[in-house]
C-alpha cells in the first residue's frame, strides 16, 4: 500500500504562484509514475502533469509552460510548482502514483493510489 498526502493548496490572485507538495509513505519502492490530476466543481478529474520514476515529465496542453513538476525518488515527494495561474485552474488538486507502466497516462483509472486532495482557489 502507498499513501499519497498533499498540502500547500490556498487562495491566490490571478498571476500568482502555489507549490503543491505531495509526501508518498508505505511501499514506495513499488510506485513507477507520480503525478496530479485536478477536479473543477461540476467537471470531471482532469490529468494535469505527471512525472516517470526516471523524471520523464508530461504536461497537459493547459498547463504546459505554466506548471513544472519535480520528483524526489530519495524523498518520496513530487512537487508541483504553478505559476501564471488563472482563475480556471481553479480546483481540488490530487496527488496520484501508479504501480506500473501506463498506457494512458491522462486517465485517470490507470493510477492506482490518490491523495484525499487539495483545494486551490484563483481569484480574478
Known amino acids: 500500500q502507498v499513501q499519497l498526502v498533499e498540502s500547500g493548496g490556498g487562495l491566490v490572485q490571478a498571476g500568482g504562484s502555489l507549490r503543491l507538495p505531495c509526501a508518498a509513505s508505505?511501499?514506495?519502492?513499488?510506485?513507477?509514475?507520480m503525478g496530479w490530476f485536478r477536479q473543477a466543481p461540476g467537471q470531471e478529474r482532469e490529468f494535469v502533469a505527471v512525472s516517470s520514476r526516471r523524471g520523464v515529465t508530461y504536461y497537459s496542453n493547459s498547463v504546459k509552460g505554466r506548471f513544472t513538476i519535480s520528483r524526489d525518488n530519495a524523498k518520496n515527494m513530487v512537487h508541483l510548482q504553478m505559476s501564471s495561474l488563472e482563475p480556471e485552474d481553479t480546483a481540488v488538486y490530487y496527488c496520484?502514483?501508479?504501480?506500473?507502466?501506463?498506457?494512458?497516462?491522462?486517465?485517470?483509472?490507470?493510477?492506482?493510489?490518490w491523495g484525499q486532495g487539495t483545494q486551490v482557489t484563483v481569484s480574478s
Open positions: 496520484v502514483a501508479s504501480l506500473g507502466y501506463s498506457s494512458d497516462i491522462t486517465v485517470s483509472g490507470e493510477y492506482d493510489y
Open positions: 508505505g511501499q514506495t519502492s513499488t510506485m513507477h509514475t
